[in-house]
């Protein structure tokens, strides 16, 4: 059986990770710290947008480290039963391996623990996952890996993972370092590729190294040289000219068949597909009664979306495309097409996620300063925290100090400041407030101390 590049190339040791040198070493001594018997942190969170390498690191420390694994990934239910039931195989302080042997912690045999894609805990099945994963890096004997796309998701959802987990940000690699692995499998496979579609498919990927090596399969499969004209058929990333051809043929279909078929091999939800087409229907319809009716062959299947997340019966999915795609294209009269350009990214999911990241920043900062100030928390977010932001962009100790005092993490200096959590300044902030002492998993009763001698000093402190 054919095995794919991306696992046929997956690193087997740390030294062979590509790029976020600074992150694999933070891994590393996270991982050292447990063979020593002293870890500052059970749990390390490993977060960055996808093709950054993140599983691969996790594999590959368990790897260098002689690790045992126990996975548990996004096709799984990760409710509180299965969440408890999976990481248990491997929280206990005494472990055996894969095969039976009995494994002593204090001669370094352990089992690794990786919820991948830990960020996406939604729905039913997945009721109280989030807490099952606080309550078992708390019981832990077992170093615990939390792999995530959108942190500030996983810490709305578990906000204890501030202070019981270290994190680690995977950014998204250099063209040039995607080039070398690419020329590198390049040669492995016997495959001769001219550089400049090396270079073409490393800049179409957008640093998501994963997407680049899956390009480079689908484009040299079955020969043995390729010339530059191949690059042509990558357009931008392979996906997207699917979803471009597949909205023009549903949009020029002249039959609800036609229509609806156009959209079948589509890698997409029913609600991703709706806003795309949502979004491009201003670029298709010319005539006012033909575009009113678009958008309202588009709200019915929002209906049918919301009764399918309401009731969980996904057998309405087919109803909602039926209506998104037939629905929207026959209600076309005018032979005579505006023809789109090129598709925009729906300004839906924009929006969302600017919002949703700052509504959780907003809230996350709010609660912590009604209880700072003996507030309420719509009083701290409605009176307090348009003037703190004022404050802190004008005031670099005043931040300093509320960050200490309020126990501010990255995410809400980067609201209070206006900038990327990542970034140089907030970074800078988080050091001066909190030091190497930032986020120590010490004991409960020993945070309610602090907590209490922060209360009796609060309203001088901070200014």
Not at 92 to 97: G, I
Not at 345 to 352: A, C, K, L, N, Q
Request: hydrophobic content about 40%; glycine content about 6%.
């Amino acid at each position: 059986m054919h095995e794919q590049w991306t696992e046929k190339y997956r690193p087997k040791s740390l030294t062979e990770i590509v790029g976020n040198e600074s992150s694999i070493r933070i891994l590393k001594r996270w991982a050292e710290s447990w063979q020593s018997g002293s870890p500052r942190y059970k749990a390390i969170v490993l977060r960055g947008e996808p093709g950054t390498g993140k599983t691969s690191a996790a594999l590959a420390l368990a790897a260098d480290f002689g690790w045992d694994i126990v996975e548990m990934n996004a096709s799984d239910n990760r409710n509180a039963n299965s969440v408890r039931q999976v990481a248990g195989m491997g929280a206990v302080s005494q472990t055996f391996s894969s095969n039976g042997d009995f494994m002593s912690s204090t001669q370094g045999g352990r089992k690794l623990i990786i919820l991948d894609e830990a960020d996406n805990l939604f729905g039913r099945e997945d009721y109280g996952g989030a807490k099952a994963i606080v309550e078992t890096i708390r019981e832990s004997g077992q170093p615990i890996i939390l792999i995530v796309n959108d942190y500030y998701e996983l810490s709305r959802k578990a906000s204890a993972l501030k202070s019981l987990a270290d994190k680690v940000t995977f950014n998204r690699l250099d063209v040039r370092a995607i080039v070398a692995v690419l020329r590198r499998i390049s040669q492995n496979e016997k495959v001769s590729v001219v550089p400049e579609i090396l270079d073409r498919i490393a800049d179409n990927a957008g640093g998501d190294l994963r997407a680049a090596i899956n390009d480079l399969e689908m484009l040299v499969e079955g020969r043995l040289d390729t010339q530059i004209d191949d690059a042509g058929s990558l357009g931008k990333r392979n996906q997207v000219k699917e979803l471009d051809r597949a909205l023009r043929g549903m949009f020029a279909a002249r039959t609800a068949r036609d229509a609806r078929d156009s959209t079948l091999d589509l890698d997409m939800t029913p609600d991703e597909l709706e806003k795309w087409i949502e979004e491009s229907i201003p670029s298709e319809f010319r005539n006012p009664t033909e575009l009113t009716n678009a958008f309202d062959a588009i709200s019915r299947a929002d209906v049918y979306l919301g009764w399918t997340r309401i009731t969980q019966h996904y057998a309405l999915w087919a109803y909602a495309k039926e209506m998104m795609t037939s629905g929207v294209a026959l209600t076309h009269r005018d032979a005579q097409r505006l023809q789109a350009g090129e598709y925009r990214f729906p300004s839906h999911f924009i929006v969302m996620s600017r919002a949703r990241g700052l509504r959780a920043s907003r809230e996350s900062i709010a609660g912590k300063m009604a209880d700072y100030f003996h507030t309420s928390k719509r009083r701290a977010s409605d009176a307090m925290l348009p003037y703190m932001c004022v404050l802190a962009r004008n005031d670099r100790q005043l931040l300093v100090n509320l960050a200490r005092e309020v126990e501010l993490d990255e995410g809400d200096v980067a609201y209070l400041l206006g900038k990327d959590p990542d970034s140089k300044d907030v970074t800078e902030v988080i050091r001066l407030a909190h030091g190497s002492s930032y986020g120590t998993d010490s004991s409960d009763v020993g945070r309610k101390k602090s907590a209490g001698s922060k209360r009796s000093r609060r309203s001088s402190s901070v200014f």
